[in-house]
T-cell receptor, first 115, second 116 residues
């Protein structure tokens, strides 16, 4: 079974600074996908960034980038130039390639960006 | 494109009552998912449709839960004989094709169920 662990229940960062959210996962699969989702107070889940396990290059989306360490089964999210609108719950998620469409989520990290 | 819509946003019911939630996916999205999220936890997969066919069901989905997508468009999730443990946010998501193949999964804002 796949499990996703986010060890930081809460984090805070000053506006314009950089913050890194941690995520580790456990799987015996070799091909899979990893995601970071943002959930603001509206409760809608918004895709931030995704990474294919077969790609060595770390994914980047504007101010958001990941550090994917496949051997260590680590998938951290770095947010640069933090903005007040980044305040939200952030969920790390795992989905194995093929067959099962069951996306497994971590428990989430509550990020607060302070002015 | 108005996004994934869920109705109602909130539902309060008494234990033992039946409830039904509706999800309208993004038009032309052939895949539809239901998730359940409790406070302080990430979403848990419940079930998945490709068009009108229900292809997967989680073991979390007891016999009291049933989901349909009769015409391959909107979907309903019914919970019969609700229990207090059913209290949670029920999230619907849709995608065009597989979320594995560069297609993003779009979530709705959820239906918050409270069972008294």
């Amino acid at each position: 079974a796949q499990t996703v662990t986010q060890s930081q229940p809460e984090m805070s960062v000053q506006e314009a600074e950089t913050v890194t959210l941690s995520c580790t996962y456990d799987t015996s699969e070799s091909n899979y996908y990893l995601f970071w989702y943002k959930q603001p107070p509206s409760r809608q889940m918004i895709l931030v960034i995704r990474q294919e396990a077969y790609k060595q290059q770390n994914a980047t989306e504007n101010r958001f980038s990941v550090n994917f360490q496949k051997a260590a089964k680590s998938f951290s999210l770095k947010i640069s130039d933090s903005q007040l609108g980044d305040t939200a719950m952030y969920f790390c998620a795992f989905m194995k390639h093929g067959g099962n469409n069951d996306m497994r989520f971590g428990a989430g990290t509550r990020l607060t960006v302070k002015p | 494109d108005t996004g994934v819509s869920q109705d109602p946003r909130h539902k309060i019911t008494k234990r033992g009552q039946n409830v039904t939630f509706r999800c309208d996916p993004i038009s032309e999205h052939n895949r539809l998912y239901w998730y359940r999220q409790t406070l302080g936890q990430g979403p848990e997969f419940l079930t998945y449709f490709q068009n009108e066919a229900q292809l997967e069901k989680s073991r979390l989905l007891s016999d009291r839960f049933s989901a349909e997508r009769p015409k391959g468009s909107f979907s309903t999730l019914e919970i019969q004989r609700t229990e207090q443990g059913d209290s949670a946010m029920y999230l619907c998501a849709s995608s065009l094709g597989s979320a594995l193949l560069n297609e993003k999964l779009f979530f709705g804002s959820g239906t918050q169920l409270s069972v008294l």
